[in-house]
């Protein structure tokens, strides 16, 4: 099934910043660099998408550089969340997410919905 994009929410495959959710697609698809040169604009556009409370799914099957500040970004959003009243999911952990999580002593920390997806 294809999946819908706006014009707004289409991004080039190396940027980080997340494409926007939608109604029709209620998934956050992360793009394939989540690293310390693009974190801080990466961080900023997924706080404004978690504003309010809500659900949300965030795939990680595209991302195919990540660092410790990726990983922290992405351990940060599933501690700090569930207070806030937004419940997220992640789904689509990509074999770069799977070997920096191991990396770092850090698998099974983020449990997401399928692992190793192909790039």
């Known amino acids: 099934m294809a999946r819908k994009k706006s014009s707004e929410g289409v991004l080039p495959q190396t940027a980080a910043v997340p494409e926007t959710a939608t109604l029709e697609d209620p998934v956050l698809y992360l793009g394939a660099s989540l690293d ?23 795939d990680l099957s595209r991302v195919s550089n990540i660092d410790t500040a990726g990983v922290q970004l ?20 990509s074999a770069a997410l799977t070997l920096a999580l191991a990396s770092l002593g850090l698998q099974g920390q983020l449990p997401a919905a399928s692992s190793h997806a192909t790039q």
């Open 74 to 93: 992405l351990l940060a959003l599933r501690n700090e969340t569930p207070g806030q009243g937004m419940n997220i999911e992640f789904r689509g952990q």
């Open 36 to 58: 310390i040169k693009n974190i801080e604009q990466a961080a900023a556009s997924l706080m404004a998408r978690l504003a309010g409370p809500g659900a949300l799914t965030i």
